[in-house]
């Protein structure tokens, strides 16, 4: 992905090494995010763990900027093959930081990805993943089209996530103004997740997931620190 410009307000691009401490300071600022998982506060020590798991696993971390080239938040992405799946991609982390929330964002930003992801003709399905305990993220991504299709799911670190995923078809690929959520698949309805998620939280089982950070609101980790907004 080169330049991707959204309502000429902001575009996306890969980082650079000359970037981190932007990338750090957006860190920072969502630090009421990565108070989800075990490590709450932001390092720089986090951001290269980051950033190098992306590159092993075949992602392109990238930074949001708006016009003036201030980096307003961060999105890592797999484009195609994840776990050696040609028809999979993966949306791993998504970060806006605080100021810059609510703003509709993180949506634009989603649908951009999106886009470009599906410009390969191999990927028929968008994965990710959500701690139980993010709510805001969870709506969030339910609202995008993506239906939790497993989970909860006890993690190695102790978080447990939902698996999310949203199946590519050409039905999924209007992005026009009138549109509104995209359709779930396999009869799956949004209200029946919700369901499902509110009977989950008010399970005690589920209190184990104070942890880890989360995906994918406007600061919605797939599941990066957690399970990998």
Not at 77 to 89: K, M, N, R, S, V
Not at 127 to 147: D, I, M, T
Not at 183 to 194: E, F
Request: aromatic fraction near 6%.
């Amino acid at each position: 992905m080169n330049v991707a410009i959204l309502d000429n307000r902001f575009h996306i691009r890969p980082i650079t090494r000359d970037e981190l401490d932007a990338v750090l300071d957006v860190y920072r600022q969502c630090e009421d995010f990565l108070a989800l998982g075990p490590v709450p506060v932001a390092s720089m020590a986090m951001v290269l763990q980051d950033i190098e798991l992306s590159r092993h696993e075949g992602g392109i971390f990238c930074g949001i900027y708006i016009t003036d080239g201030k980096m307003i938040g961060v999105v890592d992405y797999i484009p195609h093959g994840f776990e050696g799946d040609p028809h999979l991609a993966h949306l791993s982390l998504l970060m806006i930081a605080a100021p810059f929330r609510w703003q509709g964002v993180g949506k634009a930003v989603v649908e951009a990805i999106e886009q470009e992801i599906t410009k390969d003709a191999r990927v028929t399905a968008i994965l990710s993943g959500v701690q139980v305990n993010n709510l805001q993220a969870v709506q969030f991504w339910q609202k995008r089209g993506y239906r939790i299709v497993s989970g909860p799911t006890l993690m190695p670190d102790q978080t447990t996530a939902f698996g999310l995923r949203k199946d590519w078809t050409p039905v999924h690929a209007d992005f026009s103004d009138n549109r509104t959520d995209a359709p779930l698949v396999m009869g799956k309805s949004l209200d029946a997740d919700l369901r499902r998620f509110s009977q989950i939280i008010k399970d005690k089982s589920a209190s184990i997931c104070k942890n880890q950070r989360p995906i994918s609101g406007d600061c919605v980790s797939s599941d990066k620190h957690g399970p990998r907004a």
